[in-house]
């Protein structure tokens, strides 16, 4: 049971260059997030799908787009990488329905030159 | 205002002690509370989930909400060295909130305890 698999776990970006983040549940969740997290900060939402084919902004969605691709799938795409967005970049699922927690991906650490 | 605040720490505990972690929101309608541990380096995980007010126990943890004054803690009754993490506190808007669908954490208050 892989539970969230994120994909690459390590980026290392030069300023202006895109890449897209993936992210995958076997859990058949309903609700997908992305976060951010920087020290001292803790995690702060980009973007979120509450369901297949709907995504909306979370607390910092700028330089950031998302599709969900299906249910299993949520990606997250830089399209012109800026220093600012070095981070650690987590994705999660739940199954909202039925109030469950939500669980993680192990991160990708990315870093921004 | 941030929607949900935690004081970041660290906070100090010598081994056996209580460790006492709280967290305040600011929607009003939020329904569901989760308390995560991230060691460093890691994902977070699950410790505790409450959804109504008063206590809720399971071993060593303890969460408390009291949503009248939206205001939710995590108890660690004889705190370990092993529990030295950074506790996330986690917010769901419930339905009519502005927040409905997102799921919002606090800036996470680093623990340590001394052996």
């Known amino acids: 049971n892989a539970g969230v698999t994120q994909t690459p776990k390590f980026q290392v970006l030069k300023t202006g260059q895109s890449m897209t983040l993936q992210c995958a549940q076997d859990m058949n969740h309903n609700s997908m997030y992305w976060y951010r997290q920087d020290p001292g900060m803790g995690l702060r939402l980009i973007y979120y799908?509450?369901?297949?084919?709907?995504?909306d902004k979370g607390e910092v969605p700028n330089g950031y787009n998302v599709s969900r691709l299906n249910k299993r799938e949520f990606s997250l795409r830089l399209e012109s990488a800026a220093p600012s967005q070095t981070s650690v970049y987590f994705c999660a699922s739940r199954d909202r329905a039925v109030d469950t927690e939500a669980f993680f991906g192990q991160g990708t650490r990315l870093t921004v030159v | 205002q941030k929607e949900v605040e935690q004081n970041s720490g660290p906070l100090s505990v010598p081994e056996g002690a209580i460790a006492s972690l709280n967290c305040t929101y600011s929607?009003?309608?939020?329904?569901?509370f989760f308390w995560y541990r991230q060691y460093s380096g890691k994902s977070p995980e699950l410790i505790m989930s409450?959804?109504?007010?008063g206590d809720k126990e399971d071993g060593r943890f303890t969460a408390q909400l009291n949503k009248a004054s939206q205001y939710v803690s995590l108890l660690i009754r004889d705190s370990q060295p092993s529990d030295s993490a950074t506790y996330l506190c986690a917010v769901d808007g419930g339905l009519g909130s502005s927040n409905t669908g997102k799921l919002i954490f606090g800036q996470g208050t680093t623990l340590q305890v001394k052996p």
């Open positions: 929607d009003r309608v939020s329904q569901s």
């Open positions: 799908s509450a369901s297949e084919g709907t995504t």
């Open positions: 409450i959804y109504s007010n």
